[in-house]
């Protein structure tokens, strides 16, 4: 079947960095994604790879090692805005996304 | 305008009701998702509209009867509801059509609905 991991839950202090890791196992893939969702609201885009490698944008950037099916989110700099949930989602060999269940960021003062 | 925008953003319904969940978009998406998402679970993919035609049907019960009346508008019908669907409905567009690897999904703000 196909499965992606997230920690459910992390806690990080303001002004800190915290890394938030993905593993994947899907049948084919065709994108990593991660969306960030503050409670009761849409899901917005953060980031996309398809390629091994870092992509930075701002104070968060997402890597990739296809190989190992693993990748992060890596978020510097914390503010109290960033307490969200932060969802995986692989696009496998049709196109599908598959979601991980998202990660809970609690950021403290 | 690069947003999605769904109508209403609350909806409480009876078990015999119908009543409809609307979204709109205005950025040239040609390809328009339903999800359902529960409390603290990912996205479900309930129905996938790729240059109006209904490309995916997650075998969603038929009492959820999707319609996509122009590439602008996509539409959820609801009759005949349980309890147990309650939950954020969540419309989505994308650029392309679902096969495509970059396709950015933007999301609405949501319908929360429940179902007494």
């Known amino acids: 079947g196909q499965n992606i991991d997230q920690p459910t839950e992390m806690t990080a202090t303001e002004g800190a960095i915290v890394q938030i890791n993905c593993t994947y196992q899907t049948s084919g893939f065709n994108g990593l994604f991660w969306y960030q969702q503050h409670a009761g609201e849409a899901p917005t885009f953060l980031s996309y790879?398809?390629l091994d490698g870092l992509e930075e944008k701002g104070r968060f950037s997402s890597f990739l090692s296809r190989s190992k099916g693993y990748s992060y989110l890596l978020l510097k700099e914390l503010q109290m805005k960033d307490s969200a949930s932060y969802l995986c989602a692989v696009r496998d060999s049709n196109y599908q996304l598959i979601w991980g269940a998202g990660t809970k960021l609690i950021i403290k003062p | 305008d690069t947003e999605v925008t769904q109508t209403p953003k609350h909806l409480v319904m009876g078990m015999t009701n119908k009543k409809s969940l609307k979204c709109e978009q205005h950025m040239g998406h040609r390809a328009m998702y339903w999800y359902k998402q529960k409390a603290k679970k990912p996205p479900e993919l309930m129905f996938v509209y790729s240059y109006e035609k209904l490309s995916i049907n997650e075998s969603v019960p038929s009492r959820f009867s999707p319609e996509c009346p122009n590439s602008s508008l996509l539409n959820l019908h609801l009759h005949a509801l349980q309890p147990e669907d309650s939950a954020l409905y969540l419309c989505?567009?994308?650029?392309?059509?679902?096969?495509?690897?970059?396709?950015?999904?933007?999301f609405g703000a949501g319908s929360r609905l429940t179902v007494l």
């Open positions: 989505a567009s994308s650029p392309q059509g679902e096969v495509s690897g970059a396709n950015v999904l933007t």
């Open positions: 790879n398809v």
